[in-house]
């Protein structure tokens, strides 16, 4: 990661490719009505892949906005009453036409927001490019950029001095905790959005080293039930079909770890039509895999079965050596945990006599003992890299914690600890209660009777 020191290196010195520019445009400022972007007249800075995107970003952007009812009610609220007010929001999340909408609604509550992206594969360029021209946030994240380039951007969200941080995977919140500890003084609260970010946490605020209060969005019921269980589900499969074209009916899908994530994709691989084995290192989620139908065995059974491995674990070296030199020939691997490091990459490197690109996100090692195994995505989230991450419908709940959340923090951060805390259960209650009403489902209601019988403990057999 690059130092930070002097003013000079507010911008990132990353490498730029032909079309990769740092683009100063227009800023803009919401409508009073709606939070959509009006000429502010103001600079806008950012660093993405080709400005020339930006129309093609906006629609697609629009398209997801669609699909996010529940986000776009939470924005015309923060519209009117501007809880944001005043608040500069460093957000390192995947840039995706999602997180695009989320950022519109920070805007559109008053935040100045600085986004970057939280994985070097997950960035949509012409996402990025309209958020800089046509929403004027300044946005610094580039499709395939170096880890030096992905650090860079995340320094620049540093430099422009925030106050909350918003983080999926803990990467924004390490650097300013560790290289760029003078910053910290002026933060006073975080959110993280995901599995792996929120064990990170735990484990700082264990080591009693985290500096604010960060509340882990990942915990509330209308998150991790719903993105990470159909979200994933749904996209990691769609993220390898774009890039394999295989058939999944009749293969061996080898899913590690059942998790809400895991759960998620067993279920997606079953549905079309795979015999799905399970990999597990919890005894409980083993048995839940197992009672759910599914083939639950050590991967020293799975390596040689498995037509299609997926990693999904937020752990690290779970497909590995030994693994590799069982599977079978043209056997595909695939990991859409948050890090990289779920499939052990230099050990297949270490086992392989060629290594090449077949296809996009497709590439193909040729072991020493004759067989070849497929990496999907270089082993980064593979719905993110190879697909468009999960479908607005379900993000829609995601950000809409994210938002209230913010707003909460804004209110009540004083109260807090530096510990990591649970999102409010009436914020979870309320987008449960909000995504109902958007698909136009009913529920029944208590009775007064039925009230009392639940609270209540002397009526009995
Ligand atoms: N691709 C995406 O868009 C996306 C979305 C949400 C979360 N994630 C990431 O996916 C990962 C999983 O998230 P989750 O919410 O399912 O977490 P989780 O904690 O609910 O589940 C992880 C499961 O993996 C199991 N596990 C750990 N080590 C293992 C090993 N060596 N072998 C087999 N199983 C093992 C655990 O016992 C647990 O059941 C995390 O890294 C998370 O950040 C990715």
Redesign the pocket.
Known sequence: MPKTSTRARRRPRARTGPRELRVAAPARRRSASNGSATNAGNSTTGHVKDPALAREGRMRIEWADRHMPVLRAIRARFAKQRPFRGLRIAACL?VTTETANLARTLQAGGAEVLLCGSNPLSTQDDVAAALVSEYGIATFAIKGEDQRTYYSHIVSCIEARPHITMDD?CDLVTVLHTKMKSYLAGVFAGTE?????V?RLRAMAAQKVLRYPVIAI?DADTK?LF??RY??GQ??MDGILRATNMLVAGSTVVV????????GVASRAKGLGATVLV????PL?GLEAAMDGFQVVS?EEASPRGDLFI?????K??LRREHFLAMKEGAIVAN????NV?IDIPALERLSASRRAVRPFVEEFRLRNGRRVYLLGEGR????AAAE??PAMVMDMSFANQALCLEFLRKKAKALKREVYGVPKPIDEEIARLKLATMGITIDTLTPEQDRYLRSWSEGT
């Open positions: 995947h995977g959005e995901t599995s792996t970010g064990t990942n991790h993105d990470n979200g994933t996209s990691t590690a770890g059942y998790g809400w994530c895991g759960r990999t597990e290192v919890s989620r991967m990693t999904l674990t937020g752990n070296a779970v859409s945990g948050h890090f779920e989230l593979i719905n993110l991450g999960h």
